[in-house]
């Protein structure tokens, strides 16, 4: 456990010292945030920016997932992951603090979000739903980040991975619940989104903001990272033999 932490802080490290990937990470949900929310015209409720807020906050986690794979992706490229590999710390615990790191990075970035929003007037004061959207965005992001570090385990160079993070980054938040209800939209996207689990993670913060706890959601959200992480775990397993 300690050296899945040392892990971890290898790479909040590296992150920190790159301002410029802090600043830019954060750009696209603000912007998103700022003019969508606030200026994009919207008959289906009052308060647009309530609606959004909850999918800018898991397109955070989605956009941090997505880039958290590239890390293990150079250090392979690099050569850092089979020094890493030399070492007597368990193999594992390379991947659990990568995984982490990508998940905990993802809080951080959706944490200045959610300054903004409430900052904008988005209500999100109460501290009980402030705690339970946290934990939707941390097992959302475990999920996400253990599917992505898979990914990059799997392919073999950086434009490999980078050409399947467009591929599908933007299409899993446009077919989302992000944007507008399900009742808003034409029925094949309505299709799309009920199946997206984008969409799972955005629809248990807004049952939140009704005081509704999503326990059947969040119970499908952690089987799914459980699995994935399992998957994972043997993926790296296999390629680092």
Excluded: C
Aim: glycine share 6%.
């Amino acid at each position: 456990m300690r050296r899945m932490f040392y892990y971890m802080e290898r790479d909040f490290r590296r992150w920190l010292r790159g301002r410029v990937n802090v600043i830019s990470t954060l750009v696209l949900p603000a912007a998103w945030l700022i003019f969508v929310g606030l200026a994009l015209p919207i008959r289906f409720t009052d308060n647009y920016l309530d609606f959004i807020a909850p999918g800018i906050l898991v397109l955070t986690m989605l956009g941090a997932s997505f880039q958290g794979g590239a890390l293990l992706m150079f250090d392979k490229i690099l050569g850092y992951l089979q020094k890493f590999l030399a070492m007597p710390a368990p193999r594992e615990s390379i991947l659990f603090g990568k995984i982490l790191f990508i998940t905990l990075r993802g809080l951080i970035q959706a944490t200045v979000i959610l300054v903004i929003a409430i900052l904008l007037g988005a209500h999100f004061l109460d501290p009980a739903l402030l705690f339970q959207t946290y934990l939707v965005l941390f097992i959302f992001g475990l999920l996400l980040s253990s599917l992505m570090t898979t990914v990059a385990l799997k392919l073999e160079d950086h434009d490999s991975y980078a050409a399947v993070n467009a591929m599908i980054s933007m299409p899993l938040f446009f077919t989302s619940s992000a944007l507008m209800p399900y009742d808003q939209m034409p029925g094949w996207l309505a299709a799309l989104a009920r199946l997206n689990p984008v969409s799972y993670a955005i629809d248990a913060i807004r049952d939140l903001q009704t005081g509704i706890f999503p326990a059947v959601t969040l119970l499908g959200l952690l089987v799914g990272a459980v699995l994935i992480l399992l998957v994972s775990v043997t993926v790296f397993r296999r390629a680092t033999i």
